[in-house]
């Protein structure tokens, strides 16, 4: 069995194999405490696809029947004084700084001509057709422009920080009740389990497919 090693994992290689273990578990927690540092560095579960995008609209459907999109705006200038609005918030600064996208201060709105979406993000611009000329879809388009260009949990917790402080916080609640109940992460732990603790939860799962097999 070949056994992927980052270069930061030379080290814990050679105590795993100074500990005696077989390759297999060594090869299965260094690919654990791998994906574990991407998905708390990235804040992405699947990379790659953006395989959560149907359930995270599903959501937001769900969710537009009780509070609906919030105010209207009449024109693509009012609708970047609400964004000029959120960039120079300290909750925008702090989202940013997060992602690592700190330097993305400012985000420019256009308007999309002839597209099914009612918004899209570019990164340092929106682009809204007159179905999203409103206050939802502008922070779920700023969501994107904040780092997190997929539907993945680093969206969906930047989301919900932006959703609380501008549009309320039982808005919020309703959104996080809309996304767990499609059983979408909405939290991220940061909690790495340490060689000996891994061995445990690996040694039951081992345990229980032989006693399938048998």
């Known amino acids: 069995m070949q056994i992927v090693i980052t270069s930061d994992q030379r080290e814990l290689f050679h105590s795993l194999?100074?500990?005696?273990?077989?390759?297999?578990?060594i090869a299965a927690y260094l690919k654990y405490e791998s994906k574990k540092k991407s998905?708390?560095?990235?804040?992405?579960?699947?990379?790659?696809?953006?395989?959560?995008?149907?359930?995270?609209?599903?959501?937001?459907?769900?969710?537009?029947?009780?509070?609906?999109?919030?105010?209207?705006?009449e024109t693509i200038?009012?609708?970047?004084?609400?964004v000029n609005k959120i960039i120079n918030s300290a909750t925008w600064k702090k989202l940013i700084k997060e992602s690592r996208h700190d330097h993305r201060r400012n985000v420019s709105v256009e308007t999309l001509g002839g597209h099914r979406f009612a918004g899209m993000s570019?990164?340092?611009?929106?682009?809204?057709?007159?179905?999203?000329?409103?206050?939802y879809v502008i922070?779920?388009?700023?969501?994107?422009?904040?780092?997190?260009?997929?539907?993945d949990v680093g969206f969906r917790i930047c989301l919900l920080k932006l959703v609380s402080r501008f549009l309320g916080r039982e808005q919020a609640q309703e959104l996080k009740s809309q996304f767990k109940a499609r059983k979408l992460k909405v939290t991220i732990s940061n909690h790495i389990k340490s060689p000996e603790q891994w061995l445990k939860s690996y040694e039951r799962l081992e345990s229980a497919r032989a006693a399938r097999a048998a």
């Open 139 to 151: 922070l779920h388009e700023l969501a994107h422009s904040a780092g997190y260009m997929h539907h």
């Open 122 to 135: 570019y990164g340092y611009k929106i682009r809204l057709n007159t179905t999203g000329m409103n206050e």
């Open 77 to 82: 200038k009012d609708c970047q004084k609400y």
């Open 17 to 25: 194999k100074a500990k005696e273990w077989n390759r297999e578990a």
């Open 39 to 73: 998905v708390i560095r990235n804040k992405r579960i699947t990379l790659g696809s953006d395989s959560q995008r149907s359930k995270t609209y599903s959501a937001e459907f769900a969710y537009h029947k009780k509070f609906g999109y919030g105010k209207q705006f």
